[in-house]
């Protein structure tokens, strides 16, 4: 069974930033697949980003420029640098593994975290 742990959330002013880190069990790394997915307060949750052994990296354009997914397999850790926060960010932020990437997009596997909340406020 796959455990991920996300934490780094908090609350921030716009501009400013934080990093998010997802922290999974040993099996981590052999997931090809891992992404960020965040809900917001009466919307559906939406794809932030993935990245992927075979397709690199993929974003949504809300956070293209500002926002920077990496992942340490030896330390079974993911990470979401986010930077130039807006308040349109704030979010539950979901670690998400063992999801599908095509040349378009990402879609969710089926292991979750536990979300963490970002508050973009000033």
């Known amino acids: 069974q796959v455990q991920l742990v996300e934490s780094g959330g908090g609350s921030v002013q716009p501009g400013g930033s934080l990093r998010l880190s997802c922290a999974g069990s040993a099996i981590f790394s052999s997931m090809n697949v891992m992404a960020w997915y965040r809900q917001a307060p009466g919307k559906q949750r939406e794809l932030v980003g993935a990245?992927?052994?075979?397709?690199?990296?993929k974003y949504a354009d809300s956070v293209k420029g500002r926002f920077t997914i990496s992942r340490d397999n030896a330390k079974n850790i993911m990470y979401l640098q986010m930077n130039s926060l807006k308040p349109e960010d704030t979010a539950v932020y979901y670690c998400?593994?063992?999801?599908?990437?095509?040349?378009?997009?990402?879609?969710?596997?089926?292991?979750w975290g536990q979300g963490t909340q970002v508050t973009v406020s000033s």
């Open positions: 990245i992927s052994s075979t397709h690199g990296t």
């Open positions: 998400n593994a063992a999801g599908v990437m095509t040349s378009v997009t990402a879609y969710p596997g089926k292991y």
